[in-house]
T-cell receptor
Framework: QQQVKQSPQSLIVQKGGISIINCAYE??????FPWYQQFPGKGPALLIA?????SEKKEGRFTISFNKSAKQFSLHIMDSQPGDSATYFC?????????????FGKGTLLTVNP | KAGVTQTPRYLIKTRGQQVTLSCSPI?????VSWYQQTPGQGLQFLFE???????NKGNFPGRFSGRQFSNSRSEMNVSTLELGDSALYLC?????????????FGQGTRLTVV
């Protein structure tokens, strides 16, 4: 049972464009939604995270939009750069237990062409 | 500040053998989680340890086990290796300061079973 569905699987964007990656979750007990960025040969690194009490969070060129009623959240990368080329994972977890049981989407391979 | 260190980085084993992977968390971090990453299944939670106790376990067979030592270092063991166990095994460490504390990942151990 895939609890976090991520799309698209791959994305090609031109430099300066907007990259959008979407995730949907099923478990309404999830209350923490991080995005991770992974470069080849490296472990995932936290990019930005959101809780469901806000609808949007922005950090630099990265923005998370959250729709609690639709059980969806998305990552927007503005002014995409070739250095942003990586695999992006959305994830979810719930409080009350251990946060460190992250449930991940299957990832989006982003390629930003120069 | 040193990051999460996983050893070895690469490992080749034969079906039926067993393997032990090691993870040294960031200094001061007491929680250590393990994840399996494969192209087909993505990132899947194996288990999480805190203060030498397993707090959470994912849906993996009993061949997968782990432990944590008093210095927070952790090991995971896979017995009776199968070809399907070939994967990148990632360790993540966290402070125990609330449910949305960031998980820092190591670079992983690439296990190949032949």
């Amino acid at each position: 049972q895939q609890q976090v569905k991520q799309s698209p699987q791959s994305l090609i964007v031109q430099k300066g464009g907007i990259s959008i990656i979407n995730c949907a979750y099923e478990n309404t007990a999830f209350d923490y939604f991080p995005w991770y960025q992974q470069f080849p040969g490296k472990g995932p690194a936290l990019l930005i995270a959101i809780r469901p009490d806000v609808s949007e969070k922005k950090e630099g060129r990265f923005t998370i939009s959250f729709n609690k009623s639709a059980k969806q959240f998305s990552l927007h990368i503005m002014d995409s750069q070739p250095g942003d080329s990586a695999t992006y994972f959305c994830a979810a977890s719930m409080s009350g237990g251990s946060n460190y049981k992250l449930t991940f989407g299957k990832g989006t391979l982003l390629t930003v062409n120069p | 500040k040193a990051g999460v260190t996983q050893t070895p980085r690469y490992l080749i084993k034969t079906r039926g053998q067993q393997v032990t992977l090691s993870c040294s968390p960031i200094s001061g971090h007491r929680s250590v989680s393990w994840y399996q990453q494969t192209p087909g299944q993505g990132l899947q939670f194996l288990f999480e340890y805190f203060s030498e106790t397993q707090r959470n376990k994912g849906n993996f067979p009993g061949r997968f086990s782990g432990r944590q030592f008093s210095n927070s270092r952790s090991e995971m063991n896979v017995s009776t290796l199968e070809l399907g166990d070939s994967a990148l095994y990632l360790c993540a460490s966290s402070l125990e300061q609330g449910w949305d504390t960031e998980a820092f990942f190591g670079q992983g151990t690439r296990l190949t079973v032949v």
